[in-house]
């Protein structure tokens, strides 16, 4: 279940659909082992924020 909730919150991200993409990375790390690629793809999805032009 996390492998497919990773890859709905990197297809969400790609789309530009932040808010979606955030819920299934948070999903996909509950099922991740911390530390693991998977699991640093789905946290920086979780970090990642707009920038903001000045």
């Known amino acids: 279940m996390a492998q497919a909730s990773l890859a709905s919150a990197e297809a969400y991200f790609y ?3 932040l808010a ?3 819920v299934q990375a ?3 790390k509950e099922g991740l082992i911390n530390g693991t690629p998977n699991w640093i793809r789905a946290d920086d999805i979780l ?3 707009v920038p903001r032009s000045n």
């Open 26 to 28: 948070k999903r996909a």
């Open 20 to 22: 979606l993409a955030k």
């Open 15 to 17: 789309e530009g659909r």
């Open 47 to 49: 970090a990642f924020q």
